[in-house]
Every structure is written in C-alpha cells, then in structure tokens.
DNA sequence: GTGAAAGCGCTAACAC
DNA sequence: GTGTTAGCGCTTTCAC
C-alpha cells in the first residue's frame, strides 16, 4: 500500500479501471471475488487497487443493494451489566460475519424505543436484535412486521424469532434450590427492568414450584422511581415486616444485588436471615463480595443464536414463520443462599 | 399515516413529488426545512408525505454527501462497567445531535483496532471517538489522520483532539487522602486496561505526592492473564509479602475490586488493614457491598465534551490544531479507606 | 471474459 | 418560489 497524499478524495472505481486499463465492472468483478476472469486481468487490477490504495465505498453499494449490512441493537440500558455483556457478545459474532451493530438504547421507554426504531429504519439497516422490547408496544410492531427480520433475545414477541432462555425452568430450579434448603416464606421479586414476557415466564417457574411444593407465592415489584431512598423504602418494609420471606428469587441479578444492599442497610445477615437466588449471572455476581447464588444465563449462546437466526433471514436462508429457540441455563451456587434461619 | 401495503417497496421522493404535483427538489426542499416555499405548498407536499408515509431514504443523501452522520466509537471492552457507562452517554448526546453511533469493541487489541477502523472507515462514519486506544498504534494513526475528526475520551494521542478528566490531579488527590489517613507504605496498582497516557498521568500524581512527603513510591502491574488464578497469584504474595503496603492507589475502580476481592479471599480486613482507592466512580463502586473510596470522573461532562466537540470538527465549526479539554474529577470517600493498622 | 449503459434516491447549482 | 439537470460510486443486466 502507497502513502497516498494526504487528504485527497479517495479512489473511485474509475480510477482503477482506468489504471488498471479496464472497464469498472471488471474492477467491480475483481473486487466482488467474482471469477471467470483471466489471471493476467485479475493481477492488473489487484495491482491498480493496491497502487491506489482503493477501497470499495460501502455507501454506494448500499445505495443499488437498498440495504445496508448494519444490525440495529435495541437495548434497554448499556449500563447495565447484563446488557452490556450481550450487546458485546453481540457485538462481536456480528463481526465475525462482517455485520456491524447500531445500538440504541431506550430506558425501557417505548417513546424513544420508537424514535429509535424509526432511526434505524432510515439507516436501513438490515434486521434487528432486541435485547429489550417495550411489549405492549403495537407501534413498533407496525413498524417493523413485514418491512425487516427482527430478533428477540431474552425478551419475545410473536411477530419475529425469539431467542432465550428456558426461563420457566430456570426459576424452576432457583426456587427448588430454596426450598431443598428448608425455605418456606419465598418471595419473587421482579425488577421492571426485565421484559414483560421474560418476567411472566420466570415468574411461572416460580408460582409453579412453590404450588407443588404446597407453598404460597408472593410476588413484589420494584418501584420505577429514580431515586434509590423512594425505590427501596417499600423493599425496607417488606424485609423488616412481620410475615418476612426468608428467601428471595428476583427475576435478575441486579435486583438481588439491590436487595443485598438493603440487607446490607438494615443488618440483616445474608444469607444466615435472607437467601437471596438472582438470574442471568452477569460477572458482577462472581465478585467475592457479592458472591451471589444464581441462574447463569449462557449469553455467547443466546448472542450466537441471534445473530445467526438474523443473519439467515437477511440472507434468505430462513424463511416462514417466526422460529423459537430455547437454551437451557444452569444453576450456580455461591454464598447469597443458606438454610433458613432457626 | 396511511397503512401502506406491507412490504411494498417503499416510496421515494419522485412518488411524493408526483403525488403532490410538484418537482422532487421542492419536496427535497420542504423535507430538509429550507424555507421560501409557499405555505400552499408546504401543505400539499406535507400531506403527500403523510399519505404515502415517505422516509428519506438517508442512503442516498450519504450517496450525495460522501459522508454518513455516524459516529465510530472505539471502546476496549464494553462489559467493563466505565466503557459501558461512557458508551451509553455517548450515545445519549450523539442521538440528541441526531447522529448515531457504531461500536467497535477491540479488547485492547492492535490488530482488532486496525481490523475495527477499517470497517468503521468503510461504512464512512463521520468521525470517531475512542474511549480506548492502542496507543502505540502508528497504523491507526496512518489510517485516520487528515482523513476524519477523531476524539480521544479518557485517553489521548497527540493527532486527535482530546477529552480528559484531571487524571494526575485525580491521583494527587487520592494519594494525599490516604497519607492525611496517615498512611506512608502506599502503593499504586496499574490495571492494563487503562490506557497509557491516562496511567502515566495518574502515576505521575501518585508519584509526586509521594515524593512530596518524602515517601517511596511503588508501582504494580497485573497481569494481563485471562485466568482469574494466574493474574491475582502476584497480587496476593503483595498484599502478604513482608513490607505490604497499607495502602493501594488503584489506576481503575476495576482493578480496585479486584483487590477487594484478593483480600477477602485472604482474609485482610478493608479498610482495617488495608485501604484501596479507585478510579473512576463505577455505579458498582457505590454499592453497600463494594463501598469503595474512588475518584469519581465526570462520565456524562466527558461524553458531552466528546460529542460536540466531534460535531464541531465534522460540521466544520471547528477548525485547526488539535484542542484538548480537561475536566477536574473529585474525590468520593466511602468504607474502603481508613487509618493503618496500629 | 469484458465493456457499455442504465439506474439506485437524493442533493445542489443553476435556470426560469 | 419552483423546476431542470448533473452527478455521488457502485452493481447489474445485456451486448459483444
């Protein structure tokens, strides 16, 4: 590759055409690995665009392909770690087909999950990962069905393939754990964060098992409100209250990582007073002071199996019906759960 | 908006102008807000726009411009709390500025920068920040400079204009904390996934300080091993060596946790035997669990700095020689700091 | 096997 | 104020 001068426009395919004493479409031949073209045709021009230092420009293919080779990633907020680590897992087996990611993060807002859509839908990318999905959300149905592949990971919706978890199994097993270990007052603590459809399946494993077990189910939410004092107060209540669960299954590890730091607050020994099972096992959770019992969530898989599912629609190789794809997780032991106290 | 039929190729301004009785640059016109058109016209060509449900179709204006309104943001590795944090505000400022973004996560890698570039280059983006940087990294520069604005956020090269907290203020301060503790064996902890120039120059504080009270500094590394085993093997013969330190600057609030996490494995009561400083102000840092005494950067000032400053250069408003912007950052004393043993 | 030519949908300069 | 026109750089028939 030469040392082209500094800041000049870029070569176009006409300019190695007529280096390389061709026409463009033999350039374009050539560059598109397309054969049935003479080795000594071949050399010329690898050479022309070697000389010139030419590369393809991307804009003007997309122009005539009307698409773009750009994955939008609907994602429910970057800063949290579960997130995080897929949008990267994401990230990366995207690249490995040579896609490339578009990230928009909501907030769990569905307004600025539409104004994001709508971004994306100019961008013309080619198919959408949701990482989080505002589900009632009819509009961005609307938007989307039938016009460009869409993807959900660990969240659903009938209108496109769904990648997750068993998360009905995997609550299943969270609560199990409790109960094996003596626990009887288990409550399930749900995180507004997690989707709706998500929730709702762990939530299942969760009454499900405690019924069997002739055990009555109690579910909390966490309050929405941005202020931690105003989001934690009701949680304070309920860990200090009369008929307090010893045990707690929260549909994500952040929320039982919140509810650790309540424990923590109010002197409550965990996991010698409070058991505490989280879901999703982001690495937070392996830290020696959080050190959380919880369901992994094996995320490479879910990231693989999106991309792949997405990449196959893009590309023609899956056609039909919306496709449902169920890993299993697995359950991780570490010091949050105990025997019930006395 | 009509419903249109569904997966109907979808309309271009030349159906919009047909529709409305106009030409297509009068629709282009009224699209992009460019005033001198009657009101009477306008309406005409705004209903058509509704009843077709026209989007421009960005592709082409790219076409046109040469350029995307994309911004390329290089981070080192997204799972990493800071860079998901700062990723995420960057996003926010860049969507409120109508540009989006598109990641590239390089692992602190070379050959994954260069690999990353040269897709973000093709995809034409319009400008790149980088949350990290291979410094050494002479091709990155041969492949960007002159060519498109680049912004250095929490790390920085001498061709790119650069965004940066008070690193080596940050350090002094925590430093100066720890000896005001009373302190006097203080070492510092560099994490390898801080850039260079930004641990030089939080060292550089460290150092100084130190000197100052007539102390000795020492500086550790980790390792950069993938196994959790290999990588803490050194810190631990530290942190029970004969001569330990009291007291640990760490370069980073992850490496900071890190050596939480070694000393409760060994037993060694923080901050009773032993203080850590971070760096940064991860959201995990605050957690009643970690409690970690750090020097909190200013993450959205950074991100807003970052983002107008690079809409400066690419919408040309500015011009010239590279600027570097600093931001001060403060210290934040929670339970990972006390006095030394005895 | 290679070349000529017709777009892809839009912007921008210039006529009217 | 509005219309006409010439590209932007590439892919893709279709002749030769």
Redesign the interface.
Known sequence: ME?EP??AKPPTILDVAKRAGVSKSTVSNVVRGIRSITPKTQLKVTRAIEELGY??????R??VH?R?T?FGVVVG???N?FY??M??QI??FA?AR?Y??????TQGEEAVEIA?L??L????VAGIVFLAYAGGSTRSR?LL???MPAVFVTCSAEWGDVVCADDERGARHATEHLIGLGHERIAYCADPIVEDATDRARQAGYRQTMERAGLTPTVFHWERAEDRLLREAPVEQILTGPRRPTAFVSSNDLGA?DL??CA??LAIPVPGKLSVVGFDDV??AG????NLTTIAQPKEMLARLAVDTLASRIEGHLNGDPIRQTVSCRLIIRGSTARPPR
């Open positions: 040392s500094p800041a590369r393809p420009n991307i804009l003007a997309q122009m009307q773009t750009i907020d970057l800063a770690p995080a680590e949008a990267k990230e990366r690249a040579s490339r990611v578009m990230f928009c993060n994001g709508e971004g839908l100019q961008q013309r609307a069905e039938g016009r990582i650790l730091d923590d607050r690495v937070m830290l020696a002071r959080i």
